[in-house]
């Protein structure tokens, strides 16, 4: 009989009604990331788990704690006391932090069981999947090993996919979960930035990055999200609004608006239909759905602005990475020298080309022209979809175009080009404008999954979070996992 | 041609704070290196900054003192360069939204006040120290990340002499307002110099100095890059933009780098520490320190009153004595005598100790229960046992055993037998009245008071 491949309160009942013990879990959980062949792990919890699961198996169940004894991954870019943490970076081979996440003692405090660190894109800038230090990390839905499961945040996707583990935790800066979210029929919820805690979460780029996760059920994301959210002292941009019982307000029929261009630009014909046979369902149910035009430029600018944004922060937040404190070190005769070999060996052309793209967006020489007209561009972006928000409920959309793409397609598609596509890279809005997003899946096309995306105002995650129920309910697509 | 002299400072105040600007890392001097570090400190990835309360109250307190425009929303930006001392690979500092803007600051100069303008000043962090063994350069993160503020000024300095004055005067508003201890030897407080000459109405490159070490020298420094620059002006050559440090001994600048490149830092905002709004109740916290008052008794020279003021503890014991209204010339000469001695010797621990019965001895001898001679017996005693005065006094036997009519006597007797000092004392030779005296003293064994003794010991002389 296996678990892990059900939603956390079905793991909790079976718990609680004694017919399994944490350390079948734990053992269940070794022993498929022993034959799993995805390559979504960096470090697995073996003695450690273990030892955690057998205390836990002799004492009582705690019945009003559904996530007592549930194992669970999380990313390898948060820092967890003396166990590895590499953020899929050649650099940090070796390094053991000397303190844990806040996410992370919070589940430890409800005494879930960290299973395994989990890879993904290196210092989780990609959205491929294959940028990190382990190589590609594959998507269990696909046999032929051909597709791509998404980044950054792939190896927690496919660890929560395969049924290794019911939910995991990843971060969210551009759509690094809501994306594969998509392409691994799971639920990918990224709240308000600010609701979660980012302390020891490192640092990709700070004004947009999010603590998000998966799961396999909306009520899983609520239930989380009331153990997750909440101010922390020791991050000062963590809100101090209160949480909300996430699961509890009333259903009511909300109104709902489509983005036309990017709707507009939707190519998929089984993607579309789904979509819109979404649409008309939710309207049966009373929802009021409208189309609102942003305008082709401001969808086009999504992208790029993120792009700009993200990589001129990124410069600076691993700028910290020269293997003197931590890290790979190298023998050098003097500092630069020093700081030069550490810095090429240990990135990847890939990250380097961002660095250098960051950088000059920060020239003085470049700044109001590149850097500045991004942050204005932001703005502009921001104020339209808070306008939007303010009149409806929330936005939704197809979460990505396209089933997930073949490994190799992706590079020349992200470019500044005209022909950038508006509906594969549009999620970033979320983070641009600080919202709570939410992914879940909507349809199959090739026995490969894809899902839609809701969006909501900041801080309404509890009616974000019933929105996704509504569609959840419509769709009758929840608790999916691939062996 | 015409010259001015055109100078600015930059001013890095080391904040006093139990801890760090950013983290609870304690800030105690002299630790083992690297042991007053928390993650942050040494850039660990995924620590986050929470900013000091104490370090925000000391900067509202100085921007207030200095007359400035107060920011209520506080920001950090930073500022981007690799350096080995620099954790994070940026400082985060407040570039675009300094905590104070537009103060200034008047200062005593010659002839009369001069208005020195204070362009801004902002919060940031400090680096890492770095010391250099043979080849190897090792680090210290015991500095890194704890809290300073830059004040910088326009450029309205005309000479040393008025740097040295605008330096003193913000030492002492932040050692006064607990802002900082404000010790340029120590590092506690840094100064940059910038200096330039207008020739003929038009700008000239700008000098910067670094690494002065005292506010003397600060001064020395200016006047003689100014001299090297009005040099180099009159021989028909250009000052070159360059970074010169001061030689103390040859009392000249010299030259350190130059200064081709200007350094983008590519400023921007950072999004890990929350904009904080200022509350009115913080801004009330702030001010309603009340500064340590400044000493200032009639009867002691400006350089006598400037020493007790840069003295922590010689300020201390002065405000005691204002309090205990024992602050006369009688008491201070005792005091600067021997307590500044004792200070000198050992610091202030032991006067510390013994604090409660030094206000009692100095009463004694303010209400000439005791003598000069006999206070300093005591003191001398109560530093060394510790025991109570009233203690000591009873073990000393001090009784005042002459009366009057046997001071007189012994007085005469004194007169008598030094009949030349008194025949120099008449002659206008005050020296003899010294002489005359410790004659005195020592025939009483020193268990008179002095004045009493100098009293009768005139009068009789006006007799003669």
New interface residues.
């Given amino acids: 009989m296996e678990y892990l491949d059900k939603n956390i309160y079905e793991i909790h009942e079976a718990l609680a009604n004694k017919k399994v013990t944490p350390l079948d879990l734990v053992k269940e959980a070794l022993d498929k990331i022993k034959n799993d062949t995805n390559n979504a792990f960096e470090y697995v919890y073996e003695k450690e788990a273990i030892k955690l699961a057998e205390e836990l198996s002799k004492q009582e169940v705690e019945v009003d704690n559904p996530l007592w004894g549930i194992p669970f991954a999380i990313k390898d870019n948060f820092s967890t006391k003396d166990i590895p943490t590499t953020a899929s970076s050649k650099l940090l081979e070796g390094y053991l932090p000397p303190f844990d996440a806040e996410v992370y003692t919070r589940l430890l405090n409800k005494k879930a069981i960290p299973i395994a660190k989990t890879t993904l894109d290196e210092l989780a800038m990609g959205g491929t999947g294959s940028s990190g230090h382990l190589g590609k990390t594959f998507n269990p839905w696909d046999k032929s090993k051909t597709r791509m499961i998404g980044g950054s945040s792939c190896g927690s996707a496919a660890a929560c996919a395969a049924g290794i583990v019911p939910f995991a935790i990843g971060s969210d800066t551009g759509d690094s979960v809501r994306k594969p979210a998509s392409y691994s029929a799971l639920v990918g919820f990224k709240p308000t930035w600010g609701r979660i805690s980012r302390f020891g979460l490192f640092p990709f780029a700070p004004s947009l990055d999010t603590v998000a996760y998966f799961t396999r059920n909306v009520k899983d994301s609520a239930l989380l999200l009331n153990v997750l959210g909440g101010h922390d002292i020791k991050d000062t941009t963590s809100s101090s609004i209160p949480i909300e019982d996430y699961q509890s307000l009333k259903d009511k029929p909300y109104k709902a608006t489509i983005i036309k261009e990017i709707y507009d630009d939707l190519k998929d014909k089984t993607i579309k239909d789904a979509f819109d046979k979404l649409v008309s369902e939710l309207k049966q149910k009373g929802y009021k759905i409208n189309t609102v035009s942003i305008g082709f430029d401001l969808a086009k600018a999504i992208y790029s602005c993120y792009y700009i944004i993200s990589s001129a922060e990124a410069t600076s937040n691993n700028a910290n990475l020269d293997g003197i404190k931590f890290g790979v070190n190298k023998e050098a005769e003097t500092y630069e020298e020093m700081l030069f070999k550490v810095r090429t060996e240990g990135f990847s052309d890939r990250i380097r080309r961002r660095f250098v793209i960051g950088s000059i967006s920060l020239l003085e020489e470049n700044q109001q022209e590149i850097y500045l007209r991004a942050l204005r561009c932001r703005r502009v972006i921001v104020e339209t979809f808070n306008k939007i928000l303010e009149s409806s409920d929330a936005i939704i959309l197809p979460a990505s175009p396209t089933i997930a793409p073949l490994f190799g397609d992706d590079i020349p598609k992200k470019s500044f080009a005209k022909d950038a596509m508006i509906s594969d890279n549009y999620l970033a809005f979320a983070n641009l404008g600080g919202y709570p997003s939410i992914t879940l899946p909507l349809g199959f096309e090739d026995e490969m999954p894809f899902g839609v995306n809701i969006t909501s105002h900041h801080f309404t995650e509890a009616k974000l979070l019933k929105i996704a129920q509504t569609v959840e309910q419509i769709t009758g697509l929840k608790d999916l996992s691939k062996k | 041609m015409s010259y001015e002299a055109i100078i600015g400072l930059e001013i890095h105040l080391q904040l006093l704070s139990e801890s760090k600007l950013f983290t609870a890392a304690p800030t105690t001097y002299g630790k083992a290196p690297n042991s007053n570090v928390l ?1 942050l400190d ?10 000091n309360k104490k370090c925000v109250i000391s900067a509202i307190r100085m921007v207030n003192a200095l007359h400035m425009e107060l920011d209520r929303l506080i920001r950090f930006d ?1 500022k ?1 360069y ?3 001392d620099l ?4 400082q985060l500092t407040q570039f675009y939204h300094p905590i104070g803007k537009s103060g200034h600051l008047a200062i005593n100069v010659n002839d009369g006040i001069k208005i020195i303008r204070i362009n801004h000043l902002h919060m940031e962090e400090d680096s890492a120290k770095q010391i250099h063994v043979g080849n190897k ?1 090792l ?1 210290d ?1 015991n500095r890194s990340g704890m809290g300073l503020i830059e004040i910088v000024t326009d450029p309205d300095i005309g000479n040393g002499k008025e740097a040295r004055i605008f330096l003193e005067d913000i030492r002492d508003i932040a050692v006064s307002l607990g802002v900082s201890n404000g010790r340029l030897q120590e590092g506690s407080m840094r100064v940059d110099v910038n200096v330039s000459l207008m020739v003929n109405g038009v700008n000239g490159e700008i000098v910067e100095l670094k690494n002065l070490n005292g506010f003397k020298n600060v001064e020395k420094a200016i006047n003689s890059e100014i001299k090297r620059q009005k040099e180099i002006v009159s021989s028909g050559k250009s000052v070159k933009p360059e970074t010169r440090r001061y030689d103390e001994d040859k009392n000249v600048t010299v030259f350190m780098r130059k200064k081709n490149t200007k350094i ?1 830092y ?3 905002q ?5 904009p ?1 709004r200022i509350s009115q109740e913080l801004i009330d916290e702030a001010l309603s320190y009340k500064p340590k008052k400044k000493i200032s008794l009639d009867f002691l020279l400006p350089e006598t009153l400037d020493e007790i003021n840069n003295d922590s503890y010689l300020s201390h014991l002065f405000t005691l004595l204002k309090e205990e209204d024992l602050a006369t010339l009688k008491v201070s000469n005792f005091v600067l005598t021997r307590v500044r001695n004792e200070i000198k010797r050992h610091g202030s621990d032991n006067l510390l100790q013994v604090e409660e019965e030094l206000i009692k001895l100095l009463h004694l001898y303010e209400d000439s229960d005791l003598t000069y001679k006999q206070a300093s017996i005591i003191y001398k005693q109560l530093l060394e046992t510790r025991d109570s005065v009233a203690t000591l006094i009873d073990k000393n036997n001090f009784n005042d055993d002459y009366d009057n009519k046997e001071l007189s006597s012994i007085i005469d007797e004194i007169l008598v037998k030094y009949k030349s000092a008194v025949y120099d004392y008449k002659a206008g030779k005050n020296k003899a009245l010294n002489y005359l005296l410790g004659q005195i003293y020592k025939e009483t064994n020193n268990k008179v008071d002095s004045l009493k003794i100098k009293d009768l010991l005139l009068m009789k002389l006006e007799e003669k």
């Fill in positions: 993650p040494m850039a660990f990835p995924g620590a986050m900054p929470v900013l930073r981007n690799f350096y080995s954790a994070k690979g940026y350069t680090l993160f983008d590519k400023y921007f950072d999004a890990t520490i929350a904080i």
